[in-house]
Nanobody, 124 residues
Framework: QVQLVESGGGLVQAGGSLRLSCAAS????????MGWFRQSPGKEREFVAA????????YYADSVKGRFTISRDNAKNTVYLQMNSLKSEDTAVYYC?????????????????WGQGTQVTVSS
């Protein structure tokens, strides 16, 4: 398994941008597919985006498609989530997670490692 640490969260005005990073420890990072999830107060954690081990495949929740971009740098053991045109409903704790295989990518049970999360707050 890999250990994951998110960073880059913060407070931003609606319409603004943030880039989240997730740094992974371990030499096997490049063999994992990576995903981002988020959880708002009182709601279940939901899928945001996923990227395959090579970066060739990506998948997004409809709610963020066209606004968020997931990418990875295997040389730096890091996955990113670029968030543009942020809305108040994007306010949540954002988690990155690692999955050993590319499957549906939207189910939490597909992921074997999770970070602690980073808070994103979008003010309207």
């Amino acid at each position: 398994q890999v250990q994951l640490v998110e960073s880059g969260g913060g407070l931003v005005q609606a319409g603004g941008s943030l880039r989240l990073s997730c740094a992974a420890s371990g030499r096997t990072f490049s063999s994992y597919c990576m995903g981002w999830f988020r959880q708002s107060p009182g709601k279940e954690r939901e899928f945001v985006a996923a990227i395959s081990w090579s970066g060739a495949n990506t998948y997004y929740a409809d709610s963020v498609k066209g606004r968020f971009t997931i990418s990875r740098d295997n040389a730096k053991n890091t996955v990113y989530l670029q968030m543009n045109s942020l809305k108040s409903e994007d306010t949540a704790v954002y988690y990155c997670a690692a999955a050993p295989v590319w499957a549906t990518m939207i189910r939490e049970y597909e992921y074997t490692s999770w970070g602690q999360g980073t808070q994103v707050t979008v003010s309207s």
